[in-house]
């Protein structure tokens, strides 16, 4: 959670704390669980619906952010007029895959505005959750035009014209590595052929957009009684101190070339969890793409 500093006044309600540092003009409301998790539009949106007296005259750009503990998440200031006078709202939250962590500020004393949006970046990067080893989401950019239904934190994308074109990529969440890299590689591809009668295997490298370099195991083969040809294709990556892994899983032959390229697009473009070193900057990827923007939005 976040820790206001001792000498702030607080106040305590269910999942919610209420700080007024001193001599700022500002009050700081720290909401520890949002569920559903909404995306950071909506959650911007439900908090300025909740100070109806705050006058919207200008929302900034959203900064991605990383806590000090690797979690993803984004802050935004906003411009007002609240009671006649100038105010700004500085908004972040923290995303926990089921939940959301909501940090609002309200400031009114344009002298105390630059410190209070010191203040609420850092407080906001160095909330501490200590939720390390939970299965995590991870940035990918979908397939274009195929359609998502979730389960759980994992993606299941069908395309548009499923099941006439019998494809499905799976995206898991990411999850935490335990021993060795390679040992946790070598018992993954080992499951790509889980319920088939294996025909064929090959297996070679590939390396992302961002620069990760992985392993991917293509096999082909039926299911038992069925003559119809299954074609798999997974990739993995280790990024300590997570694994990662996509699948492509078709019957359709005809179409096999594309169905790979459509996967190999979203593997390359794959981007492991936060950083040791986006952690110290607290700040997630070296320029803003709206690509990702399905995780948050």
């Given at each position: 959670m976040v820790a206001f500093p001792s000498?702030?006044?607080?106040?305590f309600g269910v999942h919610l704390a209420t700080a007024y540092p001193p001599d700022l003009g500002a009050r700081f409301r720290y909401y520890e669980r949002l569920r559903p998790q909404l995306g950071f539009t909506a959650i911007v949106h439900q908090i300025l619906t909740g100070d109806p007296?705050?006058?919207?005259?200008?929302?900034?750009?959203?900064?991605?952010?990383?806590?000090g503990e690797g979690e993803y998440g984004a802050w935004v200031r906003i411009d007002g007029q609240r009671e006649g006078t100038h105010a700004v709202h500085f908004i972040g939250a923290v995303f926990m895959d089921d939940f959301a962590t909501v940090l609002d500020c309200i400031a009114i004393l344009p002298r105390s505005f630059a410190?209070?949006?010191?203040?609420?970046?850092?407080?906001?990067r160095s909330e501490a959750l200590?939720?390390?080893?939970?299965?995590?989401?991870?940035?990918?950019?979908?397939?274009?035009?195929w359609q998502a239904i979730s389960s759980g934190l994992t993606a299941n994308w069908y395309p548009l014209d499923f099941p006439a074109n019998l494809s499905t990529i799976v995206v898991p969440p990411a999850s935490f590595l335990d021993g060795e890299p390679q040992r946790a590689i070598e018992s993954a591809l080992a499951q790509a052929d889980a319920g088939l009668t294996v025909e064929?295997?090959?297996?070679?490298?590939?390396?992302?957009?961002?620069?990760?370099?992985?392993?991917?195991?293509?096999?082909?083969g039926h299911r038992?009684?069925?003559?119809e040809p299954i074609y798999r294709e997974l990739a993995m990556f280790v990024v300590a101190p997570y694994t990662y892994r996509m699948r492509l899983e078709t019957?359709?032959?005809?179409?096999?070339?594309?169905?790979?390229?459509?996967?190999?697009?979203?593997?390359?473009?794959?981007?492991?969890?936060p950083t040791a070193e986006e952690a110290r900057l607290g700040r997630a990827f070296a320029a803003r793409s709206d690509l990702f923007e399905h995780w948050a939005t």
């Open positions: 000498e702030w006044i607080q106040h007296d705050f006058k919207v005259h200008h929302i900034g750009e959203m900064t991605r952010i990383v806590t410190a209070v949006e010191l203040l609420s970046m850092e407080l906001l200590h939720m390390p080893r939970r299965p995590r989401r991870f940035f990918y950019v979908p397939p274009v035009g064929s295997v090959a297996r070679d490298e590939l390396t992302t957009a961002s620069g990760v370099k992985g392993t991917c195991v293509r096999v082909q038992a009684g069925k003559p019957s359709n032959a005809g179409r096999l070339l594309e169905l790979r390229e459509v996967f190999r697009g979203v593997a390359g473009s794959f981007r492991p969890l």
